[in-house]
Structures are given as C-alpha cells and as structure tokens.
C-alpha cells in the first residue's frame, strides 16, 4: 500500500524553530512536496525535493532523504501567522498521482 | 491575476440529483486535479488529467467523473449523489504535474 506518516499536531511559540516529519511508503517516487493550509483556505505550494539534501526558501527549508523515505519541512522564527496545517505529498505515478499525508496542525503562541 | 477558479464555493443538493462543480484555470497548465478532503483523512485524489482527453483514477475515483475537453476547464461531476460525498473539493493545476499546484478556493458540498 501507499503510507505518508506525519505528526498529527505540533505546538511552538513565536521567534522558535520547529520541524515536522513525514515518512512515505509508496509504490514509486518522483518527489517530495510540502503545502501550507489555513482554516478552510486554500492550499500552498511551499516547497519541492526531488533530490536528497536540503532546499531553503526564505524561512522555511524542506530536506529530503530518498533511501530513509524521508523529508522534513523545517519552520524558523515562528510567528502567528504560521498558524496553519502542513501537508507533505509524493509524487508516484508518472509524477502525477499526487498522494498526501493527513496533515500537522501547527499551532503558533505568543 | 494566475488562479484556479471553482464554481461554486457552497452547495447542498439532495440525493440522486445531478450536479456539475466546475474548474478552470487561466495559467495554460496541462495537470489538472481534483481532491476531498475530509476531517481526519487530509486530501484525497479523486482525479486527475495530464493534457486534454487524458484522465485517470485517483484514489477515490467512484461516485464520480471528469472530462478535460479543453486545456481549462476540468469539471467534476457527480451522477447520483449521496451523503458520503457530503465534503470539502479542492481543483487544482500545475505546470509540471508533481509539484507546485495551485489549488481554487475550494467547494464545500454537502449531500442531503
């Protein structure tokens, strides 16, 4: 089967780093996606790995490590704003098929 | 302004009643997907079309159907509605196809 395992919910204070996991087991990959949705809107792209190694994007970098099956989406100096559910998603089939994770609610305090 | 445009944002319908949710996208894209997504189950595939008049099953194909006769438009339709289909659909559209989706404002159906 296909698997995409991240933490449910994660909680940080503002100005603090915080990192979240996701693990995948699926039948391809092409690539390693992360996507930022706040309450009933719409989700973002933020990032994309294709290869092992880290990407950086202002102040969110997202890592990838293809033989663990593993990437991680890392948030640095919180604010209030970052309030907000993070999706990780593999790409499989064809690079089309796009399968993500249930989500982690990070919720940001002051 | 690039976006992804679903129509409409609210619905509620009866059951066995037609009805058509309809997605298009000003950015010439040629991935084109649909998604639910439901409380404690994150999105979930319905469907997805790579080009015009090329589509596949997602994850949770049944109860549903698209058509992607333009490069623009990718409507959802669902036949027979029922209230398991009660949920939040998302389209979306990339340039590349595994990543970098933009995603409509979303459609919040609900089946009675």
């Known amino acids: 089967g296909q698997s995409l395992e991240q933490p449910s919910e994660v909680t940080a204070v503002e100005g603090a780093i915080v990192q979240i996991n996701c693990t995948y087991q699926?039948?391809?990959?092409?690539?390693l996606s992360w996507y930022q949705q706040h309450d009933g809107g719409a989700p973002t792209f933020l990032s994309y790995?294709?290869?092992?190694g880290l990407e950086e994007t202002g102040r969110f970098s997202s890592f990838l490590s293809r033989s663990d099956s593993y990437g991680y989406l890392l948030l640095q100096e919180l604010q209030m704003k970052d309030s907000a559910s993070y999706f990780c998603?593999?790409?499989?089939?064809?690079?089309?098929?796009?399968?993500f994770g249930k989500g982690t609610t990070l919720s940001v305090s002051s | 302004e690039a976006q992804v445009t679903q129509n409409p944002r609210y619905l509620i319908t009866v059951t066995g009643k037609k009805l058509t949710v309809t997605c298009s996208q000003n950015?010439?894209?040629?991935?084109m997907s649909w998604y639910r997504q439901d409380p404690g189950l994150g999105l979930r595939q319905i469907y997805y079309?790579?080009?015009?008049?090329?589509?596949d099953k997602g994850d949770v194909p049944e109860g549903y159907k698209v058509s992607r006769k333009e490069k623009r438009n990718f409507p959802l339709i669902l036949e027979s509605p029922s209230p398991n289909q009660t949920s939040l659909y998302f389209c979306?559209?990339?340039?590349?196809?595994?990543?970098?989706?933009?995603f409509g404002s979303g459609t919040r159906l609900t089946v009675v």
């Open positions: 998603a593999v790409s499989n089939q064809a690079g089309t098929a796009l399968i």
């Open positions: 979306a559209s990339s340039t590349a196809g595994d990543y970098g989706y933009t």
């Open positions: 699926t039948s391809g990959f092409y690539g």
């Open positions: 790995n294709a290869l092992d």
């Open positions: 079309s790579m080009n015009v008049e090329v589509t």
């Open positions: 950015m010439n894209h040629e991935y």
